[in-house]
């Protein structure tokens, strides 16, 4: 089992960039596929990017290619996601998530930190 815990989110205007992190508990975390996903407003949860166990695979959303980049630090317990070029519909919750080896969906959830772009 795994604990996450974002940080980093706040308040940007349009075009400028967030750092998000999220710090996860045990040894273990270096074993998990992670993600960074979001919710906005009046919206379901959607997909933002993620990546592998060893940082050999990444993906990301269409509406984020070129401006967000995920990485992670597996000896700091941590992935990152950093945003650059920032647009209004970025506004949202981020969440960090967790996938163990072998299962087709994210097993575990962080609380969330608040994005919000001003134009």
């Known amino acids: 089992q795994v604990q996450l815990v974002e940080s980093g989110g706040g308040l940007m205007q349009a075009g400028g960039s967030l750092r998000l992190s999220c710090a996860g508990s045990?040894?273990?975390?270096?074993?998990?596929?992670m993600g960074w996903f979001r919710q906005a407003p009046g919206k379901e949860r959607e997909f933002v990017a993620s990546?592998?166990?060893?940082?050999?695979?990444?993906y990301n959303t269409d509406s984020v290619k070129g401006r967000f980049t995920i990485s992670r630090d597996n000896a700091k317990n941590t992935v990152y996601l950093q945003m650059n070029s920032l647009k209004p519909e970025d506004t949202a919750v981020y969440y960090c998530?967790?996938?163990?080896?072998?299962?087709?969906?994210?097993?575990?959830w962080g609380q969330g930190t608040q994005v919000t772009v001003s134009s």
């Open positions: 990546i592998s166990r060893n940082s050999d695979s990444r």
């Open positions: 045990g040894p273990t975390f270096k074993t998990y596929t």
């Open positions: 998530a967790a996938k163990q080896l072998g299962f087709e969906t994210y097993n575990y």
